[in-house]
């Protein structure tokens, strides 16, 4: 029976909860950069990050913003180089000269996921572009372009960026479950009521 006595134990799972919600941290754009360099993300923004390191300190995080992973478009006016882009990219600004890391990860069904990683120095008044394919296939695979203006000046072009390395040693990352019982197509996990 509930009572006023014990509406403090009630509430005390509630307070206690919190702790137990996620708590990520969030890239957060340079102000006032005089000659920033440009970033672009495209595809799983929901689950990407930027990661920076200034004076052994590393900063940044996931580009979304909040806790929630929804897909966050964020158009800056970056040049689209003959793309197609209306969503599910991310402009910023990021600092030059800086160690940068930015992360990308695919989430697919039962538990499927699959991340690439890639490191660079951003150069000042630079855009670069990181994409990845999703996991479906087995591998993702991160590709890392300059966005260029054309000889002619009339236009931009996508090239490939020679000064990107990938810590884990390849732009393919491989499609791994989470749950290891969910790779068996047959596995039925137990849900109440069905």
């Not at 600092?95 to 940068?100: D, I, L, Q, S």
């Not at 951003?122 to 572009?129: L, N």
């Not at 090239?159 to 790779?183: A, F, L, M, W």
Request: net charge neutral; with cysteine; aromatic share 12%.
């Amino acid at each position: 029976m509930f009572t006023c006595r014990n509406l403090p134990l009630l509430c005390l799972p509630l307070i206690a909860g919190c702790q137990f919600l996620p708590h990520s941290s969030f890239f957060k754009a340079p102000e006032n950069e005089p000659n920033p360099a440009w970033v672009r993300i495209v595809n799983f923004t929901q689950h990407s990050a930027i990661y920076q390191e200034v004076n052994g300190v590393r900063t940044g995080g996931v580009i979304r913003r909040g806790e929630l992973p929804f897909i966050h478009t964020q158009d800056k006016g970056m040049p689209k180089a003959g793309q197609d882009l209306t969503f599910d990219f991310y402009e910023t600004q990021v600092r030059p000269g800086v160690e940068t890391q930015v992360f990308m990860n695919w989430q697919g069904e039962r538990t499927q996921y699959c991340f690439v990683t890639a490191a660079f120095t951003p150069k000042a008044g630079r855009y670069y572009q990181f994409e990845m394919t999703s996991g479906d296939s087995g591998t993702c695979t991160m590709t890392s372009t300059l966005v260029e203006p054309d000889k002619d000046g009339t236009g931009w072009h996508l090239s490939p960026n020679p000064d990107v390395t990938y810590p884990r040693g390849s732009h393919v990352g491989k499609t791994i479950y989470s749950i290891e019982r969910y790779r068996d197509s047959s596995y039925k996990p137990f849900t109440p009521g069905m």
